[in-house]
């Protein structure tokens, strides 16, 4: 048996750079919104300023992962809609954060209403993610010295 990778766009590095800056701003955005409430669920006062360079980078890092995975599945898949990219990110949601999130309100004991919130930071995450992997992935080229009208 044997995995054939498609060739990716040229365009892929530029779409997983800007899908990673997306969802680092995003994720940031979304836990500023919400952090009384986070705080409340850990039961810890909010936390005050910025976060440690390391979880920074290490959050990065995480962003570029899962940015990525996305454009390696709209590759895969062939998305090139926004259509597409919005069934792609339903489906990934539903397959992993959905079913992790779930899991660990099972057999965890995470308390639903934390499980809810970081299902909220990952449901958005994906869906502007995919839209955006897919835009950037397959936007027209400029050709050079092309005349402009």
Known sequence: MSITV?????????????????????SSTYYTVFAE??????????????????QVLVELCRSAVLASVLALAASRTGTTTARGALGMALVAF???????????????GVAVPLAVLHGGDWLIKLVV?????VTV????????GAARS
């Open 6 to 26: 498609a060739r990716p766009a040229t365009r892929t590095p530029l779409a997983v750079g800007v899908a990673t800056l997306v969802a680092f701003v995003l």
């Open 37 to 54: 409430q986070y705080a409340a669920l850990l039961g810890t006062p909010a936390a005050a300023g910025a976060p440690p360079v390391g």
């Open 94 to 108: 539903v397959g992993f954060p959905a079913v992790l999130l779930s899991g660990s309100v099972l057999w965890d």
């Open 129 to 133: 993610l995919s839209l955006v992997v």
């Open 137 to 144: 992935r397959n936007r027209p080229s400029r050709q050079r």
